[in-house]
């Protein structure tokens, strides 16, 4: 065919699907015949088709008993199985039509040639491509308490990766695609990481900083600037024409921007007076 998605020319005469100009496919006996026509040109058809390898015909959830009993053997000895479809039909008046606009036409019946390709299995195979390219925010990564912290107190750090959907098109198809983080690694800045691990941690009030150990916090053991940064692996799940949600195989990692953490030391002194009795004592603000 000379279009690479699913799409075929129908010629509604002798109920039969058009392969192109070259070839009607029957839908009763899974034959291919010659379509050429030598007197004159075929009618301009105002609709497009596919072949619905799910075959569902009265829901994107709900598969046609038929297709289910269907038995596709090869046609001869050595020859691949056969696909049970159903063939479905929506104006080309809409770009990109939805599950409603697509109406069944025939079937279910046995699809054995080649064209129209499947279009459900090209985008499984460049699905993961896809996924890899969808504008997802990684998030940010934040410290508690920022932009200083303590050497030898818990910092807390947290990532704000969310689940997020997509909607595109591919081979002329709307396709839904949902990526969600499952899993993080922090890494401090001072050499040490944390994961992947599927916590992506939690904000803590203020009156705990410093102080409260969580799963995801850090302890530095000296003064210094450390660029702090959350990887998230996302994984995938993507629908065909509102189908239902199959899983990507494959992941896709991103890293948030640094963010630099300026971890400061401590030092203890007994004093006799507070910094009101006495604002020029060791450690109060005018004496520092």
Not at 163 to 192: K, R
Not at 199 to 225: F, I, V
Request: charged share 15%; aromatic share 8%.
């Amino acid at each position: 065919m000379a279009d690479s998605d699913t799409w075929v020319g129908y010629n509604n005469q002798a109920g039969a699907l058009e392969l192109s100009s070259k070839f009607r496919f029957n839908p009763n006996t899974s034959a291919l015949t010659s379509a050429l026509i030598e007197s004159q040109a075929p009618t301009e058809d105002p609709n497009q088709y596919m072949a619905d390898t799910h075959c569902r015909a009265d829901g994107p959830d709900t598969v046609d008993p038929g297709c289910l009993a269907l038995s596709c053997p090869p046609p001869a000895t050595g020859g691949a199985e056969g696909t049970p479809v159903i063939w479905k039909q929506a104006p080309k008046a809409i770009t990109n039509p939805g599950w409603t606009d697509w109406i069944p036409v025939s079937g279910p019946t046995c699809l054995y040639t080649e064209e129209p390709a499947d279009v459900l299995a090209e985008i499984a195979a460049r699905i993961l491509t896809d996924f890899q390219h969808l504008p997802i925010n990684p998030g940010t990564v934040e410290i508690q308490p920022f932009p200083h912290t303590l050497i030898g107190a818990p910092t807390n750090t947290y990532t704000t990766a969310t689940t997020q959907t997509f909607n595109t098109t591919i081979l002329g198809q709307n396709v839904h695609l949902t990526a969600t983080p499952t899993s993080h690694t922090y890494t401090y800045g001072d050499g040490t990481t944390l994961g992947p691990t599927p916590d992506h941690g939690a904000p803590l009030p203020e009156k705990h900083w410093l102080q409260d150990k969580t799963r995801t916090s850090h302890t530095y053991t000296t003064t210094g600037n450390y660029p702090i940064t959350v990887t998230t692996t996302f994984t995938g799940t993507y629908s065909v024409n509102n189908g239902p949600p199959l899983p990507i195989n494959g992941t896709l990692n991103l890293t948030t921007p640094p963010k630099t953490i300026h971890a400061w030391k401590t030092e203890r002194a007994l004093v006799a007076d507070t910094c009101e009795e006495n604002p020029t004592s060791w450690g109060c603000p005018q004496n520092r």
